[in-house]
């Protein structure tokens, strides 16, 4: 059995810990700075030795790290991995600026390490599904994609105003925290993202000046795109439509489905999932990462494909401030 070792004992964190011990597949420890954390963590998991120094948790040579420190500390960590030939999965935004990641991307290329960003949603079989249909074209091309997302972040993250989100330097406020997982999961539907314009403002969150309300349009190559977020509203609610030349699908991931349309006079048809809890899709990317650091399987998402998303991330921030089409290269 594979050891484990999750690095940040956060909330998120904690999921890792507990989605990868579900699997049944790997032993776990936890690495953290706050020593009563770890003694918490170590006592409610029944974990063996646990740590407080990231270095000496890497000196006792796990199989595989699991990085779910602020976003600004991922990248140094990750390569503190890859120099010592760990398997590494890296909690999403990859970074907060570029700084490193064409070291890390080219050290993981020479050592032919198995790394992955953990962009969770991939994970998603109502996800997986809409994409094998889309990429099928059985409803024709994308020419127009449109994303709306929302919900209460005091709700489902009480201690927002004490931890990374509340500073965009650690990768807080609501593009780099929430729209990154819609940005990165429309990528792998339809393309990257090849140029933006962008608004967003601090509109009711108390305690934190970041933004929590965003709306982007984007064109991934020819596919018009727009995509709208706010982290105050009640429902917890997230549509994508994509229209498509002969047809046009939606995913509602909140009802378990996604539909279809193709006749102007007729109805949606659903394709029905079985619901799911959270912990589900973070059991299914620890299945995946650790089929991944076996040869048995690639990545959910790519260290690529987690640096194209990152370029998002900052092109969105660049256009707040110039107010202009970002060009991503």
């Known amino acids: 059995m594979k050891q484990a070792l999750i690095v940040g004992g956060g909330s998120i964190g904690e999921r890792h810990l507990r989605c990868f011990l579900d699997t049944s597949r790997v032993t776990a420890s936890i690495c953290d700075v706050n020593e009563s954390l770890v003694a918490s963590l170590k006592e409610k998991y029944k974990l063996g030795d646990c740590f407080t120094d990231f270095d000496k948790a890497l000196d006792s040579k796990p199989d595989m790290v699991v990085i779910c420190t602020p976003a600004h500390l991922h990248i140094p960590m990750a390569q503190a991995c890859a120099d010592r030939g760990i398997p590494v999965l890296i909690e999403k935004p990859l970074s907060t600026n570029f700084d490193g990641i064409d070291k890390l991307i080219t050290t993981v290329k020479e050592k032919n390490l198995p790394v992955a960003v953990a962009y969770v949603t991939r994970a998603n079989p109502i996800l997986q599904d809409f994409r094998k249909t889309i990429q099928s074209e059985r409803f024709g091309k994308p020419v127009q994609l449109v994303f709306t997302s929302g919900q209460h972040f005091p709700f489902y993250r009480p201690a927002y105003k004490e931890i990374y989100y509340n500073n965009r330097a650690t990768g807080g406020g609501a593009i780099q925290d929430a729209l990154t997982h819609g940005l990165n999961y429309c990528e792998w539907l339809i393309g990257p993202i ?22 982007v349009i984007a064109r991934h190559n020819n596919v018009m795109a727009s995509y709208t977020l ?41 394709v029905e999932f079985p619901p799911m809890e959270r912990d589900d899709g973070f059991v299914a990317q620890a299945e995946a990462f650790v089929d991944l650091c076996e040869g048995k399987a690639e990545p959910l998402c790519s260290l690529e494909d987690g640096y194209q998303t990152l370029k998002a991330n900052l092109a969105i921030l660049n256009a707040l401030d110039s107010t202009n089409w970002q060009k991503l290269s």
């Not at 509109?203 to 965003?214: P, Q």
């Not at 549509?239 to 002969?246: G, R, S």
């Not at 046009?248 to 007729?266: I, M």
């Open 194 to 215: 090849t140029k933006l314009v962008a608004d967003a403002d601090h509109k009711v969150l108390e305690g934190v000046e970041v933004e929590d309300t965003v709306h």
């Open 230 to 270: 706010n982290q105050y509203q009640a429902p917890n609610d997230m549509v994508l439509t994509v229209a498509c030349t002969e047809g046009t699908l939606r995913y509602e991931p909140t009802e378990f489905r996604w539909s279809w349309q193709v006749d102007p006079a007729g109805h949606w048809t659903h």
